[in-house]
């Protein structure tokens, strides 16, 4: 099955302990992608990588890194996690997004609490 | 800056009722146009997506059009149903590589 499989669901950490949220992809997709989604702002974009060893920032990269060494991989890592990066995180991925034309995938979400 | 609205935020309507959701947005050099299905702890399904040459998109009792020039789309679902009931998104590619979201419209069907 053709799928975008976020880990861990649900994650409770504390502030300053480092984290990684796993974001795996089977459909070969060049294009991945990770939002945050807050009550009320919508998802806004973290970081999006066009292909294997090229990333760049989306619209709120503070305080986040990423890395995508594999087609199928790309993790999301809080070095040093703080309490107002608590919010439902979502993974996605498309074919290459040159001709427009290609929907975004979406995995099921993480939803991290830093207390 | 792009900027994605959408109108209401929330909506109750009977069963089989005809129903359609409002999308604007200020930036009228848009790609593509797409709009999401979100249900209670799951992510977002793609439900159509309209090129910026196209004027709406149909996929079963769903359609969507697209008025680039005065920055609005609307999803339009027929005969609507209990399952109908989530949240609808709509986003709009910018180009560079970025998807701009609108805060969506929570729908409640009433059976």
């Known amino acids: 099955e053709a799928q975008v499989t976020q880990n861990p669901r649900y994650l409770i950490t504390v502030t300053g302990k480092k984290l990684t949220v796993t974001c795996s992809q089977n459909m070969n997709h060049e294009y991945m992608s990770w939002y945050r989604q807050d009550p009320g702002l919508g998802l806004r974009q973290i970081y999006y990588?066009?292909?294997?060893?090229?990333?760049d920032k989306g619209d709120v990269p503070e305080g986040y890194k990423v890395s995508r060494k594999e087609k199928r991989n790309f993790p999301l890592i809080l070095e040093s996690p703080s309490p107002n990066q608590t919010s439902l995180y979502f993974c996605?991925?498309?074919?290459?997004?040159?001709?427009?034309?290609?929907?975004?995938?979406f995995g099921n979400g993480t939803r991290l609490t830093v207390t | 800056k792009q900027e994605v609205t959408q109108i209401p935020a929330a909506l109750s309507v009977p069963e089989g009722e005809n129903l359609v959701l409002n999308c604007s947005f200020t930036?009228?050099?848009?790609?593509?146009l797409q709009w999401f299905r979100q249900d209670p702890g799951k992510g977002l399904t793609s439900l159509l997506l309209?090129?910026?040459?196209?004027r709406e998109q149909t996929s079963g009792r769903l359609n969507a059009s697209l008025d680039k020039s005065s920055g609005r789309s609307t999803l339009y679902i027929a005969a609507s149903q209990p399952g109908d009931s989530a949240t609808y998104l709509c986003a709009v590619d910018t180009g560079g590589f970025k998807t701009i979201f609108g805060a969506g419209t929570r729908l409640f069907v009433k059976a």
């Open positions: 996605a991925s498309s074919t290459n997004r040159q001709g427009h034309n290609s929907p975004l995938h």
């Open positions: 990588s066009m292909n294997v060893e090229v990333t």
């Open positions: 309209i090129q910026s040459s196209q």
């Open positions: 930036d009228s050099a848009i790609y593509n």
